[in-house]
T-cell receptor, first 113, second 116 residues
Framework: AQTVTQSQPEMSVQEAETVTLSCTYD???????LFWYKQPPSRQMILVIR??????QNATENRFSVNFQKAAKSFSLKISDSQLGDTAMYFC??????????FGTGTRLKVLA | KAGVTQTPRYLIKTRGQQVTLSCSPI?????VSWYQQTPGQGLQFLFE???????NKGNFPGRFSGRQFSNSRSEMNVSTLELGDSALYLC???????????????FGAGSRLTVL
């Protein structure tokens, strides 16, 4: 069975600095997708970034980028130039073409002014 | 384009009661999935519906049930509520991305259930 592990329950970062959130997963499948979703306080969960496992190039969306290490089953999220609006719960998620997403337990990120 | 709408947003029930939560997906999205979110547990998958059929179910007791209507709207029901059912219940609708094949979820704001 697939599992997703986020080992950092809480993190903080100073505004304008860079922070990396960790995620590891376990699967025996070769084709799958990985996602980072963001849940701001009292607001809806939204997609931050996605990575197709068959692509070697790391995905990037503006200030957000991932470090995808397929062999190590690692999928970390880097947030550059952190902003106060980045304060949120971040969830790493795995989907392999079945009907079920597997989510990690989340990392609560606080950006400090 | 309207987003995913969940009702009610907040509700308080007592042990033993039952509750029904509703979810209206984004127009055109035929897949609706439900998740239970609790502190420390993250999001736990409840079930997923597509064209009125349950395609997958998580590891929850039979007190948790759901259904989907022909207009893709979905409801979930929890019977004989327990204190441990207090949680944020999230609904998400999805559509396969035509370019990547990824299944991207669009979430509703959630229904926060408190069981006293």
């Amino acid at each position: 069975a697939q599992t997703v592990t986020q080992s950092q329950p809480e993190m903080s970062v100073q505004e304008a600095e860079t922070v990396t959130l960790s995620c590891t997963y376990d699967t025996s499948e070769n084709n799958y997708y990985l996602f980072w979703y963001k849940q701001p306080p009292s607001r809806q969960m939204i997609l931050v970034i996605r990575q197709e496992a068959y692509k070697q190039q790391n995905a990037t969306e503006n200030r957000f980028s991932v470090n995808f290490q397929k062999a190590a089953k690692s999928f970390s999220l880097k947030i550059s130039d952190s902003q106060l609006g980045d304060t949120a719960m971040y969830f790493c998620a795995f989907w392999s073409g079945t009907y079920k997403y597997i989510f990690g337990t989340g990392t609560r990120l606080k950006v400090l002014a | 384009k309207a987003g995913v709408t969940q009702t009610p947003r907040y509700l308080i029930k007592t042990r033993g009661q039952q509750v029904t939560l509703s979810c209206s997906p984004i127009s055109g999205h035929r897949s609706v999935s439900w998740y239970q979110q609790t502190p420390g547990q993250g999001l736990q998958f409840l079930f997923e519906y597509f064209s009125e059929t349950q395609r997958n179910k998580g590891n929850f007791p039979g007190r948790f049930s759901g259904r989907q209507f022909s207009n893709s709207r979905s409801e979930m029901n929890v019977s004989t509520l327990e204190l441990g059912d207090s949680a944020l219940y999230l609904c998400a609708s999805s559509l396969l991305d035509g370019d990547s094949g990824a299944n991207v979820l669009t979430f509703g704001a959630g229904s926060r259930l408190t069981v006293l």
